[in-house]
């Protein structure tokens, strides 16, 4: 029987921005009393929903079915300004708990959209956030998905274009597309900061330190999870034997198990820390009780809440910092 370890990759789960969006919820609950609607998954994330949902949590698809005056929370994944402008119309008192990293590159659309630039937004066609970031500017921006669809981008003026991504992509994935994008287009300009969020990096990071010594990779999280499905990829792109994603450690098949001496554990950054201790309870029960953790980085970062939020605690009293949760 080969040795049966777990190498357990740090940094993993809870980065700043599901954090912030996470306890703005939590706080609204407490300084408002429930019930607070949300609009969308305030993360991607089924067990983070559920029990903000036990706490008094309602979240609905879109504002027409929240009552009028109510209170909602925009989800860290960022909203057009039309979603906005509606909340504002319906009388709607909105929170605004976008990630600060989305935000900031909903404003670098609005800048280079202002310079009339053709914008080109790596990115997963429907998801929210890339959804939230096209509206800033759509009669500029084009999406492309895959390195292999540069081939069908069209611009005004390839001097006078710019591309931007998604937060939360694969990096390896989108250096190739920008890469044909520079190809195609010599004089495009590149973001002047770097977007892809600096935690979807670190974990994918830790993923390729761990995988090319595992026999199975361990994703958890949920499978709307962008930088969760990301995690996957890389494990496999980086010499993981196999890797699958799981909400919960009741998934993990038992032939999955088979033959395996090295298991790497990893989290998605909105998966709370007690759903990795599960699966690492899960495969101690199976025999894999030597766990030995591989960090790569550490993260310290935390962000204010959003600041009608601050504005209301403070007036209640209460105090407007940014409680924590354990991260990995």
Known sequence: MPRRRVLLAAPRGYCAGVDRAIVTVQRALAVYGAPVYVRRQIVHNRHVVAELER????????????????RVVFSAHGVSPEVTAQAERLGLQAIDATCPLVTKVHREVRRYARQNYDIVLIGHRGHEEVVGTSGEAPDRVQIVSTPDEVDDVTVRDPEHTVWLSQTTLSV????????RLGQRFPGIATPPSDD?????????VAVRRIAPACDLVLVVGSANSSNTMRLVDVALDHGAGAAHRVDFASEI?????????????????????????EVLAALAEAGWTDVEEVRTDTEDLAFSLPKELRRDLTAAGEDAGLGGHDRG
């Not at 706490?55 to 109510?70: Q, S, Y």
């Not at 999955?256 to 554990?265: A, D, I, N, Q, S």
Request: hydrophobic share 40%.
């Open 196 to 204: 892809i969020c600096y935690a979807t990096q670190n974990r994918q």
């Open 253 to 277: 098949d038992p032939a999955w198990l088979e033959g395996v001496g090295t298991v790497g554990v990893t989290s998605g950054a909105s998966v709370p820390e007690v759903l990795v201790r």
């Open 172 to 179: 390896d994935e989108t250096m190739e597309t920008a890469r």
């Open 55 to 70: 706490a008094g949590a309602v979240f609905v698809e879109e504002l027409d079915e929240v009552p009028r005056g109510a």
